[in-house]
């Protein structure tokens, strides 16, 4: 027993240690993809619903995490990924059409007051339960832009390769610390999906990659002509 006991204590103080790492890593996630989008002028290739329907999701998680008591540590990584998310969707639509007036404000607050909602009239049950489904919902569009373009765009590949790594991590974090099976399904449900994005990534050429190879079939096809 007290082998056991000295063995719990170990695996608590190393999921603190991976939860820690994984809030300092979260501080910069999505700064590649940020770079990426920033450094082309361009978010061609990516969906900005997945990344709204992302923000949904984590502001419900959040809301269950904190109603329940549940340790900053376990979950407060969503806070960073949710702002650099919007940042993101900002950069969508400022390249797309320059809309950021009237939208970004709108956002804003809608995004407010759909915390200040979840966090006081919302039952806890559906605050556990809705982001399960909306993880797969939220990354299943660009799973199929990528698919039907034979291409990943602009898509970054470290930020996804991050949150398969932080995902894996913080189910164990979730398993160590709270026990939450509605928590844990929550979160390998989206490492699933995250892993199948990976594999694209890995797999099928992004935006420059398939523009060079469609460019060089192209000055083939001329040359054979001549």
């Avoid at 939208?103 to 559906?126: E, K, M, S």
């Avoid at 373009?149 to 970054?156: E, I, M, N, P, V």
């Avoid at 930020?159 to 979730?174: D, K």
Wanted: glycine fraction near 8%; charge should be positive; aromatic fraction near 8%.
């Amino acid at each position: 027993v007290p082998c056991a006991g000295n063995m719990s204590e170990a695996a608590l103080w190393v999921s603190k240690a991976l939860s820690y790492a994984i809030l300092v890593g979260s501080l910069i996630m999505q700064a590649p993809q940020i770079y990426k989008i920033v450094q082309a002028r361009s978010a061609a290739g990516i969906t900005a619903m997945g990344w709204a329907i992302s923000v949904f999701s984590m502001t419900c998680n959040c809301c269950y995490n904190y109603r329940l008591g549940y340790p900053l540590t376990t979950w407060g990584e969503q806070l960073s990924i949710m702002l650099q998310l919007e940042v993101l969707i900002c950069l969508k639509l400022h390249y797309a059409d320059g809309g950021l007036l009237w939208r970004l404000p709108l956002g804003l607050t809608l995004h407010a007051l759909l915390a200040a909602a979840c966090l006081n009239y919302v039952p806890t049950a559906v605050l556990v339960a809705v982001p399960i489904p909306l993880s797969c919902i939220s990354t299943l569009p660009q799973l199929l832009t990528n698919y039907r373009g034979r291409s990943t765009g602009q898509l970054a590949l470290l930020p996804t390769l991050f949150a398969v790594l932080g995902l894996s991590i913080r189910v164990f974090t979730s398993l160590t610390e709270t026990g939450d099976p509605w928590l844990i399904a929550s979160q390998l449900v989206p490492l699933a999906m995250q892993a199948l994005l990976l594999l694209q990534l890995l797999t099928l050429p992004g935006g420059g990659d398939a523009q060079g190879g469609q460019g060089a079939a192209a000055q083939k096809a001329k040359a054979k002509a001549a």
